[in-house]
């Protein structure tokens, strides 16, 4: 069977689809309209209509995966991004962080365990 081998694109609306480029840009390193992603897991889970998972208003959230979270946690605090953690979000499938961009939609920050 022919199947799908990774994720070619990831499009939504944008009120200012220029300013949140950049602010992608600015605070995740992410470079539009190619980013180059380093290899490895990516989740897809849908998720109940009824899901607190992330925002009720929402019908999506980005899981962006980091190798260093405490770094990228520093580095966005010190930009003045509040950063959201929860040590029961932690687990044995890594560690999470919650921001959300400029325009409300939430980005959960993964660090997948160490090999």
């Given at each position: ?12 609306r ?5 300013s ?63 950063v959201?953690t ?30």
């Amino acid at each position: 069977m022919e199947k799908v081998n990774g994720i070619g694109g990831f499009f939504f609306r944008s009120d200012n689809p220029e300013s949140l480029k950049e602010w992608y840009a600015t605070h995740l390193g992410m470079q539009f309209p190619i980013w180059s992603q380093d290899a490895g897991p990516t989740v897809i889970a849908p998720f109940s209509q009824s899901s607190d998972y992330f925002a009720a208003e929402k019908q999506w959230m980005l899981n962006l995966r980091v190798s260093n979270l405490d770094a990228m946690i520093q580095q966005l605090k010190d930009a003045g991004i509040k950063v959201i953690t929860d040590p029961e979000w932690n687990s044995e499938a890594g560690r999470f962080a919650r921001i959300h961009d400029p325009e409300g939609n939430a980005l959960e920050l993964w660090e997948p365990p160490q090999d």
